[in-house]
């Protein structure tokens, strides 16, 4: 503040910061910056009559937006107010080396594994004697819980690797072995999910799902669609969950709502939840953070076991989203009895020889270095999958847009000549996947349209597919399984 006694650190955005900064100014406060962070420090000085805390506190009742808050006095150095509003905010725990906090589990984890997680609209007090949790709205004490994390501090560093992504990258065979886990038994053909939420009797009562998530969470949960779909023969929609929060989505009792989140922090899946649940819906949630606030919202949980993802970019947990959708088509699909028991026996095996078929993948690094070499030069791609891959296309563009400030596009083949087919040409490459499956015949026809187009083709096809070959101008090859698991290979 303009005394320099209130420091704040703040994630996320105040939204009414100017209406607040307008009153401020009024007062004589005078601001050093534009950011809206800096008003909550000045706003909590302006409500100060020498009780510092309740003084945050009202601060907190005017504050409209998401904020994860850390606020320290100047003359009162060993205690610091936290508060949280549709941002992440954890308090961890330690008995005589100081209390901690973070907006994620990870950073903890060298410190301690007991954490507290802040549940919306609560305060507190963090100082050597622990933790003190308040109602915003009512000043009230609230009584919490303190979960122990079960992810080790090694599981946090980066192990030899470059980078957290790559290392990510080099967990998923152990990721999906993790996910699987012991929720099969191959010999009966048979899924082991009982501890889900979802019994026979409600299974089969469903009449509709819903699945909603946000960015590559998404995309596994438009993969999730296919496999629901086809394994359950339940009609599946699948919504961003920034529009059906602010939708009125028709849901009722025998709908199941799955909200998908590594982090089960993301502050629009957790509020379609709420609504989800307003409607009556029954709520699944398949997430990685064991005790985030996502978990204690749903009816079920679904985890996916990925282990503390660090790099931004979701990479392993992307996969394991995969295997627990997999999962959960084949454990509703036999519980509907739509999905023969020798079927899911095919699939149990196929789902348990990935990893390793993954571990072989990994080792191509020279040439998915050769490839990327070749095309890194380009600005504008253009990613192209069908069916089942479609949303492999949508993941592969987020991922290099993402990772490479390459704007890149993934699109639904069979829409190339709906429009976009226009943005052809050579200085925008296609990156198509088109393994084997039953739509393979048509990808290749997409792939040969938007090749007379002049661009340059890079496939993701079926290892030794000779016929491809001339479709494309660089291929990485694939092992071949069955289509319903490809993209998981893909
Ligand atoms: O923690 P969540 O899975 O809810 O996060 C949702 C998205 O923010 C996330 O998937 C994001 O799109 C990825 N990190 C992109 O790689």
């Not at 470059?162 to 048979?190: A, L, Y």
Request: proline share 4%; hydrophobic share 40%.
């Amino acid at each position: 503040d303009h005394e320099g006694r209130v420091v704040v650190v703040h994630n996320g955005i105040i939204e009414n910061y100017l209406d607040i900064k307008e009153k401020l100014l009024a007062s004589g406060h005078e601001f050093s910056s534009e950011t809206d962070t800096e008003i909550v420090a000045h706003l909590i000085a302006y409500h100060d009559r020498g009780n510092p805390f309740e003084a945050f506190m009202s601060a907190l009742r005017e504050l409209k937006g998401a904020y994860a808050l850390a606020i320290l006095f100047r003359d009162q150095p060993d205690q610091i107010f936290v508060a949280r509003k549709n941002c992440p905010l954890l308090v961890g725990i330690t008995e005589n080396e100081g209390q901690f906090v973070a907006s994620d589990v990870a950073p903890m984890l060298s410190y301690t594994r007991d954490v507290v997680f802040l549940d919306e609209n609560q305060a507190g007090i963090v100082s050597n004697e622990g933790l003190k949790l308040f109602c915003v709205n009512t000043g009230e004490p609230i009584s919490f819980q303190i979960e122990r994390v079960e992810w080790n501090p090694v599981m946090a560093e980066k192990q030899g690797y470059k980078h957290f992504m790559m290392k990510e990258i080099h967990e998923q065979p152990d990721v999906i072995r993790n996910t699987i886990g012991t929720r099969t038994s191959e010999e009966q053909g048979e899924i082991l999910l009982e501890d889900i939420g979802i019994d026979s009797a409600r299974a089969r009562s469903l009449n509709r799902i819903v699945i909603t998530a946000c960015g590559t969470a998404y995309y596994a949960g438009l993969v999730g669609k296919y496999l629901l779909e086809k394994a359950g023969q339940i009609p599946v929609d699948i919504d961003l969950a920034s529009e059906f929060r602010y939708r009125d989505p028709i849901l009722d009792e025998n709908t199941l709502v799955i909200a998908v989140s590594q982090s089960g922090e993301t502050a629009d899946t957790l509020a379609a939840i709420d609504l989800a649940k307003q409607k009556g819906a029954h709520t699944l949630g398949i997430i990685n953070v064991k005790g985030s606030t996502m978990t204690r919202k749903v009816n079920g949980t679904l985890y996916i076991h990925a282990g503390p993802e660090i790099g931004v970019a979701s990479t392993k947990a992307y996969m394991a989203m995969l295997v627990a959708f997999q999962l959960l088509s084949m454990y509703l699909g036999r519980l509907r009895g739509n999905l023969e028991a020798e079927r899911c026996r095919e699939l149990i095996h196929d789902l348990k020889v990935i990893p390793q078929l993954i571990e072989e993948m990994l080792k191509e690094k020279k040439l998915v270095e050769e490839i990327a070499s070749k095309y890194m030069n380009f600005s504008n791609f253009l990613f192209l999958g069908r069916d089942i891959n479609y949303p492999t296309a949508l993941e592969g563009a987020l991922k290099l847009k993402e990772i490479s400030y390459i704007h890149a596009e993934g699109y639904a083949a069979g829409e190339m000549k709906h429009g976009p087919i226009a943005l052809l040409d050579k200085d925008c490459p296609v990156v198509a996947v088109m393994t084997r499956g039953p739509l393979y015949e048509k990808i290749v026809s997409n792939v040969q349209e938007s090749r007379s187009r002049d661009c340059r083709v890079l496939g993701i096809i079926t290892k030794n597919d000779r016929q491809v070959l001339h479709h494309v101008d660089d291929a990485l090859e694939v092992p071949d399984i069955d289509p319903v698991l490809s993209p998981l290979i893909n």
